[in-house]
């Protein structure tokens, strides 16, 4: 293909996107005055993610894409009165209704813009909340998510999060768009795209009530931090292998496994943490549900790349044994 075509192709879709805001801000714009009216805040849900979000008193936090202020409350009292919250959003009308409602309360700041081009101060943020808000920026998610990258701290948090689920807003967006909408992907296409900008994923939730990620920006996890897709894994054990060497080759999607394992070991020590405050067995019961999920996920992620490579290099080579043991593997997996 000509690169002058490439370059139309690319202005084209620049222009689509741009006309796909400026409809949703139009209707957003329209739409503050009876907005809390119709879309009631489910506050079970809100008050849960919170809690999974862990925001520690006296951060710093952006509220990105804030609407009329739904989170407001719940950020604030999650900060205390030694943080902030920056409440922002494209939507001037919207913007109004949420300072209407809690301009009172200190040290929270509106502000108007458009996210994808605002000049935020680079690692400015403790955490980065987008409430409802993905779908609006998946056009242009590697943009949006670098962006929210520059402006976070070391170690600072960026929460993507749904108070239905995915589905449901799926479904809504479907209904609503005129044009091929952007959808809410699965969990496991935007943890990828997360870690391709250089986040780490502490946890990942898709669930019949509500859709949650959170990831860390530089988080040191053990192990899993400096290995790269290209890097050689060290030979396990002759203990564990029978005393044979396994079949060995370069998993393609190590980086990808070891942040997963690395969030399921987060996870895990999470949930120790509730059981030992005595949290409600149903809200353990939900989070050990997510740990099973996670590692029903990682371990398809796995087995693919077993069938992709190890059996086709130990066909390759006539490895018979290695074959065996490969089909042993994949039969303790499936039962």
């Not at 690169?3 to 503050?32: C, Q, S, T, W």
């Not at 119709?38 to 506050?43: G, H, T, Y």
């Not at 409430?131 to 998946?138: E, W």
């Not at 689920?165 to 091929?180: I, K």
């Amino acid at each position: 293909m000509l690169p002058g075509i490439v370059r139309i192709g690319i202005r084209n879709a620049e222009k689509v996107l741009v006309d796909r805001m400026d409809k949703e801000h139009v209707f957003f714009e329209n739409y503050a005055d009876t907005w809390d009216r119709d879309r009631k805040e489910n506050r079970e849900i809100l008050a849960y993610m919170m809690r999974l979000s862990e925001l520690p008193p006296g951060a710093h936090v952006l509220d990105a894409g804030c609407g009329t202020g739904t989170l407001i409350p719940y950020l604030h009292e999650a900060v205390g009165e030694q943080g902030m919250v920056e409440a922002f959003d494209y939507s001037r009308q919207m913007l109004d209704k949420a300072r209407e409602k809690f301009s009172h309360l200190r040290e929270v700041v509106f502000t108007e813009g458009n996210i994808l081009k605002y000049d935020f101060p680079d690692q400015c943020y403790d955490a980065v909340i987008c409430l409802n808000v993905y779908p609006h920026m998946a056009g242009r998610a590697r943009d949006f998510i670098r962006k929210m990258y520059g402006t976070l701290k070391r170690q600072g948090s960026l929460i993507i999060m749904h108070d239905m689920p995915r589905q449901c807003v799926n479904r809504l967006r479907g209904d609503s768009a005129e044009e091929p909408p952007c959808l809410l992907p699965p969990v496991d296409i935007l943890e990828s795209q997360l870690i391709g900008c250089g986040f780490s994923v502490a946890i990942a939730m898709d669930t019949a009530q509500f859709y949650f990620i959170k990831v860390i920006k530089d988080q040191e996890l053990p192990y899993a931090q400096y290995v790269d897709e290209d890097t050689e894994l060290p030979a396990v054990s002759q203990i564990h292998t029978g005393g044979h060497v396994p079949h060995r080759h370069n998993h393609t999607q190590t980086k990808m496994v070891m942040n997963r394992l690395a969030r399921i070991s987060g996870h895990l020590e999470a949930i120790k943490r509730m059981v030992d405050e005595g949290r409600d067995c149903s809200e353990v019961l939900m989070q050990l549900a997510a740990v099973d999920s996670a590692i029903v996920s990682v371990s398809k992620v796995v087995l693919k790349d077993h069938i992709d490579h190890c059996i086709v290099d130990a066909v390759r080579e006539n490895n018979v044994e290695a074959i065996e043991n490969l089909k042993k593997s994949i039969s303790t997996f499936i039962k």
